[in-house]
């Protein structure tokens, strides 16, 4: 008996060791396996959005850097029209300025001469009575009289400063009558001469610079 006894006890100790399962083991194997299969790809998913997410900021950044620089170039073009157009601007400016100067000083340079002839004129004018009183007492003097020969030479010396100075008598007998330069005060029939020819000078006439000081006053042929 105590040996089917020993061996029962044997056969109980072995069903003991003998582990049990009913599957849940398993189930658990897979739940493990399918959670690291899931944490991999969240971890792949993350790594693609990582490299992903580089490459979008190198564009994102590219393209303000693009748009930069094409303003950057686009506002340097305005600027430089704007100088240009501004250069051109007072480049005619300066022009303009320019010839209005020169045409005031051309204007001021005439009026000076022209004030200036005006005024030797008029100093003209004023001496040329004083000229004609010395013809009509040196054409009275009598000849070989030592004051006449000296009021002569007084004479000769003030038209030679008349000549010098621009002063000059019109020239009438025997040229034709020219209004502009004579003021005929009588006519006369006269077949032996020219029809409006000059046979006769009352006054003798002057002229400055081209300018006429006193007409001369003439007689003239119909």
């Known amino acids: 008996m105590s040996e089917e006894m020993n061996k029962e006890a ?12 009913d599957g849940s083991e398993e189930e ?3 739940t493990a ?3 690291e299969e899931a944490s991999k790809e969240t971890e ?13 900021e190198t564009e994102e950044s590219k393209e303000p850097e693009n748009k930069t620089k094409t303003s950057f170039f686009g506002k340097k073009k305005k600027e430089k029209d704007k100088f240009e157009q501004q250069i051109e601007e007072l480049t005619d400016r ?15 340079e005439k009026e000076k001469s022209s004030m200036y002839i005006i005024g030797a004129k008029d100093i003209v004018e ?5 000229v004609d009183n010395f013809e009509r007492g040196l054409a009275q003097a009598p000849e070989d009289d030592p004051f006449a020969e000296g009021m002569k030479m007084i004479y000769k010396q003030m038209m030679t ?22 003021n005929a005060v009588m006519h006369v029939e006269d077949e032996s001469v020219g029809e409006n020819i000059v046979v006769e000078e009352f006054q003798k006439g002057y002229t400055y610079k081209d300018f006429v000081v006193r007409h001369s006053m003439v007689k003239v042929a119909n």
């Open 94 to 108: 300066l022009k303009r300025s320019m010839a209005e100067f020169d045409n005031y000083r051309k204007r001021t």
């Open 161 to 182: 400063a008349f000549d010098e100075m621009g002063v000059k008598p019109i020239e009438t007998v025997g040229k034709e009558f020219d209004p502009n330069l004579h």
């Open 126 to 130: 004023k001496m040329l009575p004083i």
């Open 33 to 35: 396996q399918t959670s």
């Open 44 to 56: 792949e998913a993350a790594d693609t959005e990582e490299t992903k997410q580089p490459d979008q």
């Open 10 to 21: 044997e056969v109980q100790e072995e069903a003991v060791d003998i582990p049990v399962t």
């Open 28 to 30: 658990a194997a897979d």
